[in-house]
């Protein structure tokens, strides 16, 4: 099989790529120097060029609090973008794999969002993602969506990274707790888009770990799981405003997987030990504890 992702010196891209080089595939993990998703020439060259059966495209605006400003720039790289990647995996045949967001929900929910639930972004960030969304099922008939939340993993910032790393500078942390969601570890989603991938189940996922929490929660988790005693102090949103709204709820029910006959990603808070101690052995981090 030839796998090309897109994104790929991105969080989720260079995970992807480490669990993807287990198998004997041919891989063209490309970063936006060698694609550039907003150029139309460049793109239809590469994917012509290296005429892969899969794309997983994971490039995208991330910038959340900034999109408010730069709309144009996050749908240029989201809608676009994804446009143009779509439009050429369908010329070509190939499986389309587009990474969404649970920011494509308004986060009113009291359960968990089903992929029939109607997506009704509250930011520039979420409505460019669903922009994505849209061009995939325009162009390409053998397309996965999936959407995921709260990514954290070795490559790249996450909140798991910034709260070890406050943790050296504070004995206490102010975290929220009225906004409840789903972390997901890259190296779980990564397992599942190759699953996925290699199939014919095309349609609309969510994937996230499985459980919920506040990222209170998950942050009194991460310092439990690193043994540290750094007290976390429960905020409300109101208390720590961000340009960009965030969902008060945004957990999604992982029941395609399941229908589908895939595995459901881990609970979050046995990814989150893996993930620190996968920490602790590759950036030899040592916590006081
Ligand atoms: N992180 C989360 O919590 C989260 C939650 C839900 C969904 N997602 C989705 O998951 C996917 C992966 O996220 P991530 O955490 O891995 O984000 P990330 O670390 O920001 O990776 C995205 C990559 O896309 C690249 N990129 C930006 N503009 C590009 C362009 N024009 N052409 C090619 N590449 C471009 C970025 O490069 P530069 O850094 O050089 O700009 C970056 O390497 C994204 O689709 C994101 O929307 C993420």
Known sequence: MRVLVTGAKGQLGQDLIVHIEKYPWAIYGLGKAELDITNVEQVSKVITGFNPDVIIHTAAYTKVDQAEKDRDDAFRVNGEGTKNIAKAAASIGAKFCYI??????????????????????????????LAGE????????????????????????????????????????GVVHDQTGSPT???????????????????????????????????????????????????????????????KYSVMANSTIENNGFQILPHWKESTQLFIEVLKEKEKVFYKG
């Open 100 to 129: 969404s967001t649970d920011y494509v929900f308004d986060g009113e929910n009291k359960i968990p969002y089903s992929t029939e639930d109607k997506p009704n972004p509250q930011t520039v960030y979420g409505e460019s993602k």
């Open 185 to 247: 570890y890259t190296a779980d989603l990564a397992k599942f888009l190759i699953e996925l991938v290699q199939s014919e189940k095309y349609g609309t996922y969510h994937a996230s770990n499985s459980g919920q929490c506040t990222w209170y929660e998950f942050a009194k988790e991460i310092f439990k799981q690193a043994g540290l005693d750094t007290k976390v102090i429960a905020l409300t949103t109101d208390q720590f405003p961000r340009p960009a709204n965030r969902p």
């Open 134 to 173: 849209k061009y995939t099922k325009q162009y390409c008939e053998k397309y996965f969506i999936v959407r995921t939340s709260w990514v954290f993993g070795l490559y790249g910032n996450n909140f798991v990274k910034t709260m070890l790393r406050l943790a050296k500078e504070k004995d206490e942390i």
